[in-house]
C-alpha cells in the first residue's frame, strides 16, 4: 500500500498480526488518544475548517480568523469525541477490539469480503463471554 511504504497516513486500529494480544482498556484508551493528537489527524480537521469556512457553513461564527479558530475547535471537538466513543469508550464497554485485522493472503475476492465482513462484525477480547451477559 502507499500509505504503508511512504508512512503518510498512520495506520493506528490496523494490526497486521492475525492473532493480537487483546486489548486492555487502558490501551484502547491510549490508542485512541494516539490518533486524537495525531498531526494528520489535526491537518485533516484544518482543512475541513477551511471548507466550511469557505462554503460559510455555521455563519454564526463569522469569518476571519476568529471564525476559523471556532470552526476549527467544533470540527476538531466532534472528530475528538467520536474517535474517543468509537475507539475506546464503546469497545470497553462492550469488551471487543477496536483494531482491524489485516488479511494479507488469498485472493482478492476472499480479502474483499473479509474487510467488508470486518467492517461489522468485530473480534471479542479474548477470555470474555458474551459483553450482554457479562453486564
Given at each position: ?44 480537521v484544518g482543512?475541513?475548517a477551511g ?33 474517543f466513543i ?50
Amino acid at each position: 500500500m502507499l500509505t504503508e511504504r511512504l508512512r503518510i497516513v498512520p495506520n493506528f486500529y490496523v494490526t497486521y498480526v492475525p492473532n493480537a494480544a487483546p486489548l486492555a482498556p487502558k490501551q484502547k484508551f491510549e490508542l485512541t488518544w494516539k490518533s486524537a493528537s495525531d498531526r494528520i489527524t489535526i491537518v485533516a480537521v484544518g482543512v475541513l475548517a477551511g471548507i466550511d469556512q469557505a462554503g460559510d457553513r455555521w455563519g454564526a461564527y463569522g469569518q476571519g480568523a476568529q471564525g476559523y479558530a471556532k470552526r476549527f475547535g467544533a470540527t476538531y471537538a466532534n472528530v475528538f469525541g467520536a474517535t474517543f466513543i468509537v475507539g475506546a469508550i464503546m469497545p470497553s464497554i462492550l469488551k471487543q477490539d477496536p483494531r482491524h485485522f489485516y488479511k494479507g493472503t488469498g485472493r482478492k475476492r476472499s480479502r474483499f469480503l473479509y474487510a467488508v465482513a470486518s467492517s461489522v462484525i468485530c473480534k471479542r477480547d479474548m477470555g470474555v463471554g458474551n459483553p450482554i451477559t457479562q453486564m
